[in-house]
């Protein structure tokens, strides 16, 4: 048996196009405040990981007791590193570079070695390393974790602005000007 024609085709085309384009809506609202959650968790992370990193205190290779935050109000690049780590080594000269061209403008770098005291000291000497360096030894690596190294690798790399947020991180050695184009418009006053 056949059906009757369709009274009205063009009729239901347009409820159909309606029906699609209110899924649509609702596909976009609904990936959009996924998005923009995310991006509030992500941000409330960032903050939470800013203010651990800044209440971190750790031993420099003469013991000495350090507290992060005593470079709050610089832009403050951390470095996880370790002296038998080939990247961190390539990478700490052009560390020592910048530091000694913008430390006057408010840059200061901070080593956090995954290591012990005396190869520390020792690497450090040899480099000639320009800025402070403290002992995390191995619990340096969860702090690092904590603060987005996914891959708990070093070398790991994190930039505060003057006001302690998070700006960047970065995973793997930093290139001179990947660390200029990060620093340089947070120097300027």
């Known amino acids: 048996m056949l059906a009757p024609p369709d009274p009205d085709p063009a009729a239901r085309r347009s409820s159909w196009r309606r029906w699609a384009l209110v899924a649509g809506v609702v596909a976009i ?9 995310r991006y509030g968790y992500r941000a409330a992370d960032e903050a939470r990981a800013a203010a ?31 002296t038998w780590c080939v990247p961190c080594r390539e990478e700490m000269p052009g560390f020592i570079k ?24 020792r690497f450090a000497s040899e480099l000639g390393l320009n800025y402070p360096t403290l002992i995390g030894g191995l619990p340096a690596m969860v702090l690092s974790r904590e603060l987005g190294n996914r891959l ?14 998070v700006v960047a991180t970065h995973l793997g050695p930093v290139k001179p000007a990947d660390l200029h184009a990060i620093v340089d418009p947070l120097l300027q006053p």
């Open 52 to 82: 651990a990193l800044l209440a971190v205190e750790l031993p420099d290779p003469s013991g000495r007791v350090q507290r992060i935050d005593q470079w709050r109000g610089k832009v403050l690049v951390v470095n996880f590193w370790a």
């Open 98 to 121: 910048a530091q000694a061209a913008s430390g006057g403008r408010g840059l200061q770098f901070v080593g956090i070695a995954v290591d012990k005291p005396e190869p520390v000291q």
């Open 29 to 37: 609202a609904l990936i959009a405040g996924i998005e923009l959650a």
């Open 152 to 165: 708990v690798a070093l070398p790991f790399t994190i930039v505060l602005d003057r006001g302690g947020r």
